[in-house]
């Protein structure tokens, strides 16, 4: 059926957000409109979404100040707590640090940037550009932040969130010329490392507020290395060689190990990976095997080990020139049917997640110093009895 064009409201371009937009946004269908009137209604719809953001902050800080009391009485504390997230968290189903952050830029613009939440609301910036004023005029005074918000709300529509914070730069530095000292140093007080899962089961692992020199230095030591190895025969890609090197460096196989042996074992371990890759297709498959009832084992690198108490598992490589590439404690669940190859049920790194049988039988393999430890459950899953292990299979 073809559709007729929909002509939209005389002034739309023009209405403020607020309830009447919402109610004209509403009645309009999209797919109805001409290239022009889309682009008039993509405008409006910004502003309404970006005033609803604001009314949105607003209830996030009345929620953060609430404190116990008589309902009839509104009582209200004089700032959020380290608990006020908390409610917030539970009600809309946020992560902690979402929730923190948007406790904390709700109460920045509410007392300290009231003009940019006033903007907000108008719909003449949009959320992303709120947050660009809040985060980098947070090392200023109020009375120099005030300055550059007033400057440069008028021509915040225009700008993009990258030329908006040019322009903050710029105008900090002119105003207090220790402004950028002092947000770096503030930054690097606050340096982490972060670790977490993919949707697709891989992981990220990043450092944030790194020092920049050494950040620097660090990733040239890193891409040095990884071009040597390239040059020393690696086929892999750049990029697989500087990842792998990477975690190895950080996991604590290559700890004490001279540049070339690192290069040396790179190259056989890429040799290897080559082999087993062009031998995938010939693998047979074991079929047929039970789930046990009880099974479970768990390798954890430990700093002592009895003499004698390896774990003796097939695939665990060694660096030809003989030393051994121990990795730092990373703890393993897997059935033993499924280390033993015998079936390929998920196994599991304690903390993270599931990881597919061949990870797991990888992981096991890798760690030449480790505990083990086996559960043995009911077949409903439940824990029956559990010990160390005195002997590796």
Request: aromatic fraction near 4%.
């Amino acid at each position: 059926m073809k559709k007729t064009r929909q002509p939209i409201p005389a002034g739309l371009a023009e209405m403020p957000p607020g309830p009447a937009l919402a109610a004209v946004l509403a009645g309009i269908d999209p797919t109805r409109l001409s290239g022009l009137d889309c682009l008039t209604v993509l405008r409006a719809q910004h502003r309404q979404t970006s005033h609803e953001a604001a009314r949105l902050l607003a209830v996030i800080v009345e929620v953060a100040r609430c404190d116990i009391g008589p309902d009839d009485q509104l009582p209200r504390m004089d700032a959020p707590d380290e608990f006020s997230a908390d409610e917030i968290r539970g009600a809309l189903a946020w992560t902690r640090a979402a929730a923190d952050a948007q406790v904390s830029l709700g109460w920045d613009l509410h007392i300290r940037l009231p003009q940019v939440l006033t903007a907000l609301h108008r719909g003449t910036i949009d959320l992303p550009k709120a947050k660009v004023l809040s985060e980098w005029t947070s090392e200023l005074t109020d009375t120099q932040a005030h300055h550059i918000c007033d400057e440069l709300l008028p021509a915040a529509p225009d700008l993009t969130t990258g030329q908006l914070i040019d322009r903050i730069k710029k105008m900090a530095i002119a105003i207090d010329p220790d402004w950028a000292k002092r947000r770096y140093e503030t930054a690097v007080r606050d340096r982490t490392i972060i670790g977490y899962r993919n949707d697709d089961g891989t992981a990220n692992l990043c450092g944030y507020q790194l020092p920049a020199d050494r950040a620097a230095a660090a990733c040239a030591n890193l891409d040095t290395l990884a071009r040597k190895i390239k040059r020393a025969g690696d086929r892999r890609p750049i990029n697989h060689i500087r990842a792998d090197l990477y975690l190895a460096m950080l996991d604590g196989s290559y700890t004490g190990w001279a540049e070339q042996a690192i290069v040396d074992h790179m190259l056989a371990t890429a040799r290897t990976t080559a082999h087993e890759a062009a031998g995938a297709s010939g693998r047979s498959e074991a079929t047929g095997s039970r789930r046990p009832a009880a099974a479970t084992h768990t390798a954890e690198q430990c700093d002592h080990e009895p003499s004698g108490n390896k774990p003796v598992t097939a695939g665990t490589r060694r660096p030809h020139h003989g030393q051994p590439a121990q990795r730092a404690g990373v703890e393993i669940r897997a059935e033993l049917t499924t280390l033993l190859g015998l079936n390929d049920h998920p196994g599991e790194i304690a903390g993270s997640g599931p990881v597919h049988a061949d990870l797991a039988r990888q992981l096991v393999a890798e760690q030449t110093a480790a505990e083990w430890r086996y559960a043995i459950t009911d077949p409903d899953g439940r824990l029956l009895h559990e010990g160390i292990t005195r002997r590796r299979p």
